[in-house]
């Protein structure tokens, strides 16, 4: 069995591999401001679930193709009911410029919700003279 490190460097290794070689297939990125480009979220995807019992963290890992980005704030959503609720897991007071590859880890155990539940994160990310809002798809967190 693979160590949680061990698990999450495989996966850089298979992300960077990816932002190298473009006939890998591009990684999904939902992104609600229409003239923001060049970030990907590469992980997690749909196909996502995490035990909270086997795993403590959870990673956020974005994809930069841009040169002078700056990621702001990071936050885990969740739907509850009609509401769509959200935690800010990571700000930053001086705009962190980002690196080809940027990983945020989330304390699974700071979520006060019944699980399972679903989630998606939400990246804010300063891109020259327009601020864009990255989300990854939804994945499933269980108990």
Known sequence: MFSNLTAFVLCILVIIG???NPSAGAPHLVTRDTGCQGVDVLYPSASTV???????????????????????EVSIVRKEDEKTL????????????????TAIQQDL?????????????????DQGDQS????????????
Not at 86 to 101: A, L
């Open 18 to 20: 990816g932002l190298v």
């Open 50 to 72: 995490v035990h909270r019992s086997e795993e403590q963290t959870i990673y956020l890992i974005l994809g930069s193709r841009i040169e002078n980005a700056s990621l702001s």
């Open 86 to 101: 959200s935690m800010v897991v990571w700000t930053s007071d001086e705009k962190d410029q980002m690196s080809k590859i």
């Open 109 to 125: 155990n700071r979520l006060n919700t019944t699980l399972p539940n679903h989630f998606w994160f939400r990246a804010n990310v």
């Open 132 to 143: 864009c809002q990255y989300e990854s798809e939804i994945f499933e967190i269980t108990e």
